[in-house]
């Protein structure tokens, strides 16, 4: 089972003095939710846990974290964020121990409580069904109806370029077709289209729970937080949301790896991974690129060449 | 019922440059209402919040004294967007204020008292309110000894330089200048504060202390006062923080259970011993 | 609805619902256990104007934006909610200084609470001083019997509705369905949390490693604060020109890095370590230390929304080594 093969190699690490710190999944004290694991005693690997419901992009954490050796339990699109990190030189390789797991797909807890009337005070995964249990409810739902949108379209579940692989690596083919949100997207006219993105932000709090989760977002100053030049207020004016959800989207342009952290970290619901998609898809049309898979190649927003197209410069 | 939030109207009747590298810079400023100016009393050590609409507002003490009728002086180290704005008024631009906001310097403990004033750097503006007032013929006679000990980094980093050359020719006053690194026209005392503190030894017996000055003048003064024997509960000081509202009401600069705004911030170092080290 | 303006919870989105002000009954919303962004917003808006200025001549005028027209009534609030409100009311309304812009919406509201007859497994509110029926704050007090709402009227803003041609008077055996339901509620929050003594045992955890270990997991966000019925800090900003403007304040949080940046570049709680610490001492110890109460009531907001289920809880019973008795566990 791989949580048995992520606590042996947590063990192993830890024990050898390999690394400082693994940084994992552990229960958490809801049904349906992880919570990230720091362990740094080889007895407490026991706490570990592996499930459909692990569904942070722990490779957020690095950011802090520079001065450790860091153990860190990746699935496919983390380890594509961590790629992407290296090429930022956000730290060093001798700093990192990936452990990779080949992904099941997380499920969306939120769809789950959605289904059924009333709390769900237990949850257990059996093979592809989950059990939910509330006051005077008792159903199996199938796992594969409640997976993240960003899960169903995954192609890069097995996590590559990991120092070890806990698992045997899963089959690559989407559920649903790739970039179908984004695909989604793009068939509304552009006044549908801002009005679905003007409903989705009108909801938003500023709280920047999207931009804390995401790896790729370490400005030490946001462009939120510039006061000279200040780009934008800190209040809840809707130009001013709109203009915090475009900007922090194009700045993930050909560095997001579709991981989903953004949007199942939002309280209020808003849907993000169709900005993000949409521009990865345009990405790799244009520049044929695709963030964290070639640890060479840098991100094409962040380089030039001689022959790029300048077509679009008047 | 009034709102604590809305600035009053100030006019810059002069403004003038401190320092050699023009960072600092003196404002005078005078009240566009005569109901306000008579109705504004203060303590030395208090501050107010300047407004500077349309960029925005922060905490300055207030540098001239109570004694000192009409104008309030502040003097702006230009460090962000709201000092760069103030430093960029002419003579006749508005300004708001809101004020007087803080506790102020234990003047009644001081009576019958010495006073020991060390300052360091720009932190000396409300210790200029502070000497002033007690050098006013009113309040002289209420304390014993003062002395005072002021150092910048450089001679032309000193401020109210023309005050301190009138001081230096005082009988009641006892006042050393220094300097960290002199210049070839300084004939001053060249010597960091806590060493020049521990030269001038004064006395600590029924002495009152305050000091003021950057954390790291702090962190080495702090130490030969112990040595000479002052108790924290005579000495002072009057702290920094990120402030907003300065009225304790936006939470942002809480010492643990103390706001500096409204409980601050002059604090003895016997009540700041208590509280966390979040300064 | 024609004399007030009625603020009740309405549904934003599938499973997000908040306060906003109704024009037709069908708009509230009352199917979750709580709104996601608390009540507080009605008293203590999340971003709210304080005064407009603009430029006549040489001087600005500025003129202040503290009065509400109407009267207003806040349905639907649960208690531990409305116990908020008056958490925040003892910071805002002091003797030396007023928030009037809070003030002002408080006298003007009329407070219609709800009780909880189905507190959810988060709620912790009898542990922090408060439970899913308190009454207290309230004017007038909702309970859900099923068909009908039981009203209690009590306070003098509350008996003023004594006429309003909905209400009639109460059968006693509704008044033995309201013990049941009460009855029901408290066994349902019956997971204690040792909120009682925690000032006095924070007081000797200044330098603890504890801070060590609580902060790993925080991401630095803002959601436990915004989400928070009780968090009151804001920052105060100038939007506008020289010529014109406003000055607005908005919710800020502590566990922003900025929060006590200074200019100078100096910053007292560099960390996330120095942050959730500040957070949590304001909650437990250093508001209690001015106020004798915990600055928190339970509602569990924090607990649902955060993204690395950080669990406040947990934090608590760290801090006295106890275990929860009967905790049902999550996914095996």
Same mark, same amino acid.
């Given at each position: ?29 809801? $049904? ?126 097995? $996590? ?106 939002? $309280? ?31 991100? $094409? ?14 | ?36 100016? #008579? ?7 208090? !501050? ?29 180290? #230009?460090?962000? +967007? ?27 403990? !001081? ?38 000990? @002021? ?22 006053? #006892? ?60 000495? @002072? ?22 706001? +500096?705004?409204?409980?601050?911030? +002059? !604090? ?12 | ?17 908040? =306060? ?22 009605? =008293? ?59 003030? *002002? ?11 909880? %007859? ?5 709620? =912790?509110?009898?542990?922090? /001083? /408060? ?12 309970? *859900?019997? /099923? ?10 803003? /509350?008996?003023?509705?004594?006429? %309003? ?69 804001? *920052? ?47 909650? =437990?110890?250093?508001?209690?230390? %001015? ?42």
């Amino acid at each position: 089972m791989i949580q048995e093969k992520i606590r042996e190699k947590a063990r192993e690490l830890l024990t050898n003095k390999t690394v400082d710190l693994i940084i994992g999944f552990g229960e958490g004290s809801l $049904p349906l939710r992880t919570t990230p694991r720091f362990i740094r005693n080889p007895e407490k690997v026991d706490r570990l846990i592996w499930n459909s419901f692990c569904e942070n992009n722990l490779s957020a954490y690095l950011h802090k974290l520079g001065q450790f050796k860091v153990g860190l339990v990746v699935k496919g699109c983390d380890a594509r964020s961590v790629v992407a990190l290296s090429l930022e030189k956000r730290f060093k390789a001798d700093q990192l121990f990936l452990i990779g797991v080949p992904c099941q797909r997380m499920v969306d807890r939120r769809k789950v409580s959605r289904a059924v009337k009333g709390e769900i005070l237990q949850a257990r995964e059996a093979g592809d069904l989950i059990d939910v249990k509330g006051d005077g409810f008792e159903v199996s739902l199938k796992r594969d109806d409640f997976l993240y949108s960003s899960c169903q379209v995954c192609i890069h579940r097995n $996590p590559t370029r990991t120092d070890v692989l806990v698992g045997d690596p899963v089959e690559e083919s989407p559920l649903k077709e790739t970039y179908q949100e984004a695909k989604a997207f793009e068939k509304m006219s552009p006044e549908e289209r801002w009005r679905f993105f003007e409903k989705e932000t009108s909801r938003c709090i500023r709280c920047y729970a999207c931009r804390e989760v995401c790896p790729m977002c370490y400005c030490a100053e946001c462009f939120v937080d510039s006061s000279n030049p200040k780009w934008i207020e800190k209040g809840l004016s809707p130009s001013d949301l709109d203009f915090y959800h475009i900007v922090r989207a194009y700045h993930q342009t050909g560095r997001c790896s579709g991981c989903g952290a953004c949007e199942r970290a939002c $309280p209020m619901g808003i849907r993000l991974t169709y900005l993000t998609q949409k521009l990865t898809m345009d990405v790799k049309e244009l520049f044929d690129f695709e963030t964290g898979i070639d640890t060479e190649t840098l991100p $094409p927003l962040s380089t030039y060449e001689m022959e790029d197209k300048q077509e679009f410069i008047k | 019922m009034k709102n604590p939030y809305l600035p009053i109207s100030m006019v810059v009747k002069k403004t003038n440059v401190e320092t050699t590298d023009r960072m600092l810079r003196t404002l005078e400023l005078s009240f566009s209402n005569e109901e306000d100016a #008579k109705s504004f009393r203060f303590i030395p050590g208090q !501050f107010c919040e300047l407004s500077v609409l349309g960029k925005g507002e922060a905490p300055f003490g207030i540098a001239s004294s109570p004694t000192e009728n009409g104008s309030l002086k502040f003097t702006i180290n #230009k460090a962000g +967007v709201v000092t760069t704005a103030l430093h960029h008024l002419e003579e006749g631009s508005e300004v708001g204020i809101r004020g007087p906001l803080g506790n102020a310097y234990p003047i009644d403990l !001081f009576k019958g008292k010495n006073v020991l004033v060390i300052g360091g750097g720009f932190a000396f503006t409300t210790l200029r309110s502070l000497i002033v007032y007690l050098l006013h013929p009113e309040n002289r006679s209420k304390v014993n000894e003062i002395t005072v000990i @002021y150092g910048a980094r450089m001679p032309g980093l000193l401020l109210y330089k023309e005050e301190l050359n009138q001081w230096e020719k005082r009988s009641d006053l #006892k006042l050393v200048v220094t300097v960290d690194w002199g210049d070839k026209d300084w004939k001053g005392k060249v010597g960091l504060v806590p060493n020049v503190l521990e030269e001038v030894a004064p006395t600590s017996e029924n002495t009152y202390a305050v000091i003021c000055g950057p954390p790291i003048m702090i962190k080495f003064t702090f130490p030969k006062l112990m040595t000479l024997r002052f108790p924290n509960e005579r000495i @002072y000081t009057s702290l920094e923080k990120r402030m907003k509202c300065g009225i304790g009401k936006c939470g942002r600069c809480n010492i643990g259970p103390l706001y +500096v705004c409204k409980d601050g911030p +002059v !604090f003895s170092y016997a009540r700041l011993e208590k509280l966390p080290k979040d300064y | 609805m024609d004399e007030y303006d009625l603020f009740a919870p309405v549904q934003l989105a599938e499973g997000v619902s908040v =306060f906003r002000k109704i024009d037709h009954p069908d708009e509230v919303d009352l199917s979750s256990a709580n709104t996601q962004k608390p009540a507080k917003e009605l =008293f203590f808006p999340q971003s709210e104007v304080m005064f407009r200025y603009e430029k006549v001549g040489k001087r600005n005028q500025i003129v202040s934006l503290d009065e509400e027209n109407r009267e207003r009534i806040l349905f639907g609030a649960r208690p531990c909610d409305i116990e908020a409100i008056s958490i925040i009311e003892k910071v805002f309304v002091s003797e030396e200084y007023t928030d009037v812009y809070f003030l *002002d919406k408080r006298k003007k509201t009329t407070l219609m609470g709800l009780g909880c %007859n189905h507190p959810i497994s988060t709620c =912790f509110c009898s542990s922090a /001083g /408060g439970d899913p029926f308190l009454r207290a704050g309230s004017d007038l007090f909702f309970i *859900d019997l /099923g068909e009908a709402y039981f009203v209690e009227l009590l306070t003098e803003k /509350g008996m003023a509705f004594h006429q %309003n041609k909905f209400f009639k008077e109460a059968d006693p055996r509704d008044l033995t369905l309201v013990k049941e339901l009460e009855g029901k509620a408290f066994e349902k929050v019956g997971y204690t949390i040792p909120v009682d003594g925690i000032e006095k045992r924070l007081d000797l955890m200044g330098e603890s490693l504890f801070w060590d270990r609580v902060h790993e997991i925080c991401m630095g966000c803002r959601i436990c604060t915004y989400l928070c019925p009780t968090c009151h800090c804001f *920052d105060i900003v100038d939007e506008g020109g020289h010529q014109r403007g406003q000055r607005v304040r908005n919710w800020d949080s502590c566990l922003s890095p900025l929060y006590s940046l200074e200019t100078s570049g100096h910053n007292p709680r560099p960390s996330c370590r120095e942050r959730t610490r500040q957070r949590l001492m304001h909650k =437990f110890n250093y508001f209690p230390k %001015n106020f004798n109460q915990v600055a928190c009531v339970g509602c569990g907001r924090c607990i649902l929304y955060c993204p690395v289920h950080f669990d406040i809880r947990q934090a608590i019973l760290w801090t006295s080594s106890k275990r929860p008795k009967g905790s049902e566990r999550g996914v095996l």
